[in-house]
């Protein structure tokens, strides 16, 4: 019997909720331990080494596998490990096609790792799916799509990503950071593997870097299971169950930020001082109504320029509540500032060409009161150039 998914988060992935059977407790136990005692010569149990599975993982991985309505899950040392993971199901020869707005991390990896296995990419602006077609080589494996995309939240039409992949016999991939299992479900569009950086929103609470791969095809399962014990990048038992614990409350926290977020975006939308807000929840965002049908909300992350004349460091300086940081996804809000962040080592002309001025500030919503985030910002906007 199938619960929703706001339901299953809070039992830790359990349906039933989650009972240890030799005590009862409602909180998996961390089982902190590297190998395990066989008791006969001939016949092992069901774990021998913890690389190779662990009980507490088992527990985050179908927690996470039932919530993507997947078959299997596979829990990671990071977001990164489980994005990399998943590429090292490619072999030499092998294409990819991947969107220009992918997070910096997988950047790297695809351009700096991936070309030394002979493994070849092609960037297009996904946005755009007669791009991604035109793309597409006879050695193309995989299609690898981050929707809403970093930092200016663009959407990729999930659906006609995976008809194009479908057609050319191609994999696809997607980044599902932004909105969680929660209010966007890839595998149900057809998508064959789900990544996630469980530091951000999963967890929530700012306090482990760990990554998630789901997907709800066997063969894929058991090529990801080989990859995770072979590479070895796997998630440690205690960060397991802190990701679990955060996982619980999940829903309750993305949904506040989710309805601060729209607040927010809005705020901003009709202030003064704000040049353009970057946000699927406004009408004017490109792709908002694609958006909308792969996607129950337009999730808690929104990016916005302030204007010429504003002094964006005494506007950083001026806010009291947001954490002034990188990454996303946790309790308290994190204002990044992509030029100098995340987008660092771009040269400022690609850059400014990517619409990443240093004027852009990326907003990741807490779950603190609106109306003190509203005024916090409202304040530190009215501190112009030269009034200090
Ligand atoms: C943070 C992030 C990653 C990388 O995850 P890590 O846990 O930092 O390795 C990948 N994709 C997106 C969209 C991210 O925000």
């Known amino acids: 019997m199938g619960h929703t998914n706001e339901t299953t988060l809070a039992h830790g992935g359990n349906q039933q909720g989650y009972q240890e059977k030799h005590t009862g407790a409602v909180n998996p136990p961390i089982y902190v331990s590297s190998t ?3 008791q ?7 774990y021998d080494y913890s690389r190779s599975g662990n009980p507490t993982r088992d527990q985050l991985e179908e927690a996470i596998a039932i919530l993507e309505n997947g078959s299997s899950g596979f829990a990671f040392s990071s977001g990164m490990a489980a994005i990399s993971s998943a590429f090292m199901l490619l072999k030499a020869g092998d294409h ?3 969107t220009k707005d992918v997070y910096g991390g997988t950047f790297r990896f695809v351009t700096q790792l991936l070309t030394q296995f002979s ?42 990503v995976v008809q194009l992949a479908k057609k050319f016999s191609c994999l696809t991939y997607l980044d599902n950071t932004f909105m969680t299992p929660l209010h966007q479900q890839p595998l149900d569009l057809g998508v064959d593997i789900v990544l996630h950086s469980a530091t951000k929103f ?10 998630l791969a789901v997907t709800n095809n066997k063969e894929l399962a058991s090529k990801l299971k080989f990859v995770q014990n072979t590479y070895g990048a796997i998630l440690g038992a205690k960060d397991c169950y802190q990701l679990l614990q955060g996982m ?16 927010l975006a809005d705020f901003f939308n009709s202030h003064d001082e704000i040049e353009h807000v970057y946000y699927p929840g406004l009408d004017h965002h490109p792709g908002a109504s694609i958006h909308s049908e792969q996607s129950t909300s337009p999730g808690a992350v929104l990016s916005f320029e302030v204007k010429d004349h504003v002094d964006a460091k005494r506007f950083v300086e001026q ?25 660092a080592a771009m040269p400022a002309q690609e850059r400014e060409a990517r619409g990443i001025s240093e004027r852009l500030f990326r907003l990741s919503v807490g779950i603190e009161n609106v109306e003190d985030l509203i005024e916090d910002f409202k304040n530190a906007l009215t501190v112009k150039a030269g009034v200090l």
């Open 319 to 343: 806010l009291t509540i947001p954490v002034f940081a990188v990454s996303l996804g946790a309790v308290e809000s994190i204002l990044s500032h992509p030029a100098t962040m995340s987008h």
């Open 248 to 263: 619980k409350t999940l829903e309750p926290r993305f949904s506040k930020s989710v309805s601060s977020a729209i607040r």
């Open 40 to 46: 006969q010569l001939n016949e092992f149990g069901s």
């Open 119 to 160: 493994i070849e990419h092609t960037f297009v602006d996904m946005t755009n799916p007669a791009e991604v077609e035109k793309a597409i080589q006879p050695n193309t494996r995989v299609i690898y799509m981050e929707t809403p995309a970093n930092p200016l939240l663009q959407i990729t039409d999930i659906r006609a």
């Open 96 to 98: 990819i096609v991947i």
């Open 202 to 211: 999963l967890s929530g609470h700012s306090d482990i870097v760990a990554g």
């Open 36 to 38: 395990y005692h066989q």
